[in-house]
Structures are given as structure tokens and as C-alpha cells.
């Protein structure tokens, strides 16, 4: 059961007031009655403004060019020719409140395709499939080549609300006007033992998320239970809501 808000138990004392000038007054209350009105109005106003405007501010101050929405997100940029060029995107991880958890995730490029891996503190380390079809050269045969004008993200963020973060891929195809968008999701099982962190059975795909044709200005919105991607074109968006930890589409693209 949920617990009484403020503005519940604001709106019970105006109430409680109202009543205690009915019955005595000559006691004038009602100044006291249109401030806590006032204030009642003033929090939703609060949570649904001022609060995610704040958080937006701590975000900017992390020069992160893509991502927006909580302030808790630790996250990393760059481009595919600095990654070609030799200098990986790496994203130091924010401690857990367990010991087996990844200590950063590294992006580099070998062979002919880029690679995600986690690495612990015990030396150990493992790959992670981004299962990417976006940002790709069209080409007959294979291999297939990123293109140049990608740029990559790499995020930590507690999606489901459950107290630990979960692991987000992503890529950006920045070629055309119309951008497309890619995020896989991952959500980390930590092992009994430390001999199995290299286990890929530890890493749970919550999803590959795609967004297509965005106008512009890319941002994606990291949320509690959800991931949202405006498209910048009357007032189109993706978005996708995390329903035992499965991510539904309920964007309206």
C-alpha cells in the first residue's frame, strides 16, 4: 500500500482548518487556508517541473551529448574514429553493494567490427554481444564495416528500480538527417563464486531497442521502467515500457 503524499496530508489540514474557523470565527484562518492551498497546488508543480529540470542541469554538467533524464546515469561517449583511431570508449562503473559486479566496460575496435567487454577486478573479463544492425555499411558480401560517422554510447543506469544497475550498448547512425538509434540492455546476475564471473549465462538481455528516423538532435531518455526516444517530429516519439523485465513498445512513432 502506498503511503499519503504531501498534498494528501496538506489538503487534510486545509480541511481541519476550514473546520476550526467554522466553528470559531472570529479567528481569521484564512490567510493560513490559501497559503497551504497554495502550497498544495505548488508540489505536483515540483516534482513534474522543477525536479526533472534540476536533474536535467546535473546531467548537462557530465557533457553528455545524447542521453538525458536522471542525474544518477554514468555514462560515456565518443565516436567511431576515435575508437578506430586507437583510443577505446571506456566507462569506469559506479560500485555496487556486492563485490562480483564489473568494474568498467571497455569498446574497441578489432578486426573488422567493434567489441564491448566487461572486466572485473579479479582480472577476469567477458564479451558482450551488442546485436547492432544499425550503423552498418550496405555492401553485396560480407564483412560488413560501421560506418564512419557513428558515435557510441556506453551507460549505467538502475532501469528496473531494483537497486542495481543495469548495462546499456548503444549506437548512432549519424549519417543522414534522419538518425537511427540502437540499445541493448543488459541486466547482471552476479555469480556465488568468483570463478564464474566470465559466464555469459551472468547477463540477461532485457532487449535490443531500435529507433528509426529521428529529425535531428538525438536524446535518449533513461527513466525508471522505461527508455523514451522523441523522434523531433510532431511530437512522434519511441518509447518502451519495462514489464517483467521485458521491454514492451508503447511509442507512438
Not at 476550526?20 to 505536483?44: C, H, M, T
Not at 554481444?129 to 554510447?153: C, L
Amino acid at each position: 500500500m502506498r503511503k499519503p503524499t504531501l498534498s494528501f496530508w496538506l489538503s487534510i489540514g486545509v480541511i481541519a482548518l476550514a473546520l476550526i474557523w467554522v466553528l470559531f470565527p472570529e479567528q481569521n484562518l484564512e490567510p493560513l487556508i490559501v497559503l497551504i492551498l497554495a502550497l498544495v497546488g505548488l508540489v505536483p508543480l515540483v516534482r513534474s517541473e522543477l525536479i526533472p529540470w534540476l536533474e536535467h542541469l546535473r546531467l548537462r554538467r557530465k557533457k553528455l551529448n545524447y542521453l538525458s533524464g536522471s542525474s544518477k546515469i554514468n555514462a560515456s561517449e565518443s565516436t567511431f574514429s576515435e575508437i578506430f583511431d586507437g583510443t577505446p570508449l571506456e566507462l569506469k562503473l559506479v560500485k555496487q553493494g556486492f563485490h562480483q559486479y564489473p568494474v568498467m566496460i571497455s569498446t574497441f575496435f578489432e578486426q573488422n567490427d567493434l567489441r564491448f567487454k566487461a572486466y572485473f577486478d579479479k582480472g577476469l573479463s567477458i564479451e558482450l554481444r551488442k546485436f547492432f544492425d544499425v550503423g552498418y555499411e550496405k555492401v553485396d558480401e560480407p564483412p560488413i564495416f560501421p560506418k564512419k560517422t557513428n558515435e557510441y554510447i556506453v551507460a549505467q543506469f538502475d532501469i528496473d528500480g531494483d537497486g542495481i544497475d543495469e548495462l546499456i550498448l548503444g549506437v548512432i547512425d549519424c549519417e543522414e538527417i534522419l538518425r537511427d538509434v540502437q540499445l541493448t540492455i543488459y541486466k547482471y546476475h552476479p555469480p556465488l563464486f568468483t570463478e564464474d564471473l566470465n559466464r555469459l549465462h551472468n547477463w540477461q538481455r532485457l532487449g535490443t531497442l531500435t529507433a528509426n528516423g529521428i529529425v535531428g538532435e538525438v536524446k535518449i531518455e533513461l527513466k525508471s521502467r522505461a527508455v523514451c526516444i522523441p523522434r523531433n517530429h510532431r511530437g512522434f516519439y519511441y518509447k518502451w515500457a519495462l514489464v517483467d523485465n521485458k521491454f514492451v513498445d508503447i511509442g507512438d512513432y
